[in-house]
T-cell receptor, first 113, second 114 residues
Framework: SAVISQKPSRDICQRGTSLTIQCQVDSQVTMMFWYRQQPGQSLTLIATANQGSEATYESGFVIDKFPISRPNLTFSTLTVSNMSPEDSSIYLC??????????FGEGSRLTVL | AQSVTQPDIHITVSEGASLELRCNYSYGATPYLFWYVQSPGQGLQLLLKYFSGDTLVQGIKGFEAEFKRSQSSFNLRKPSVHWSDAAEYFCAVGRELDDYKLSFGAGTTVTVRA
């Protein structure tokens, strides 16, 4: 299975600032996904990041708030822009292997004050 | 659209006792079902999956799950719980083999007491 590394693992940020989360995979993957896990809740898909094309966002998520880059087949970034306390969550990067299951990074725990 | 219900928000079990976590799904066709575990401060780890075939699926860490189409359920079980099994468990359902848009349940938190 793919090994997925995320940075930072956690951060505390001030309201109104932006934070970029990095996701590195140890193998080339076509599709990478970003999920959000708000406190005490389940996972929600933010967007799908394909190399060489614009990210595809799910309902309720917009590019201005969550810009995504996918410069190559092993790396992606998610930026949380103009943060507010409501953005305090765990952000998870994931990839799908050929057998169908999703594999996840350890997540980036963001606290916005 | 598919959906997943995990009726139990929190379960407390004694070490060495058996554990069963419930998962019910809603989907018209044959679903692709997964159980993930999230230990404190960690990402999600896949425990097991069901795509087709034998309805009793074996996973890692001594877990198993049984797919029951008649009950739309995919309950997770472990015969003897270890303290390290304290974590949050998520059931998820997909529509197709390559459907990355999994629907996750709300999760069940398992506490293990000595």
């Amino acid at each position: 299975s793919a090994v997925i590394s995320q940075k930072p693992s956690r951060d505390i940020c001030q309201r109104g600032t932006s934070l970029t989360i990095q996701c590195q995979v140890d193998s080339q993957v076509t599709m990478m996904f970003w999920y959000r896990q708000q406190p005490g809740q389940s996972l929600t898909l933010i967007a799908t990041a394909n190399q060489g094309s614009e990210a595809t966002y799910e309902s309720g998520f917009v590019i201005d708030k969550f810009p995504i880059s996918r410069p190559n087949l092993t790396f992606s970034t998610l930026t949380v822009s103009n943060m507010s306390p409501e953005d305090s969550s765990i952000y998870l990067c994931s990839v799908q292997e050929g057998t169908g299951e999703l594999f996840f990074g350890e997540g980036s725990r963001l606290t916005v004050l | 659209a598919q959906s997943v219900t995990q009726p139990d928000i929190h379960i407390t079990v004694s070490e060495g006792a058996s554990l069963e976590l419930r998962c019910n799904y809603s989907y018209g066709a044959t679903p692709y079902l997964f159980w993930y575990v999230q230990s404190p401060g960690q990402g999600l780890q896949l425990l097991l999956k069901y795509f087709s075939g034998d309805t009793l699926v074996q996973g890692i860490k001594g877990f198993e799950a049984e797919f029951k189409r008649s009950q739309s359920s995919f309950n997770l079980r472990k015969p003897s719980v270890h303290w390290s099994d304290a974590a949050e468990y998520f059931c998820a359902v997909g529509r197709e083999l390559d459907d990355y848009k999994l629907s996750f349940g709300a999760g069940t938190t398992v506490t293990v007491r000595a």
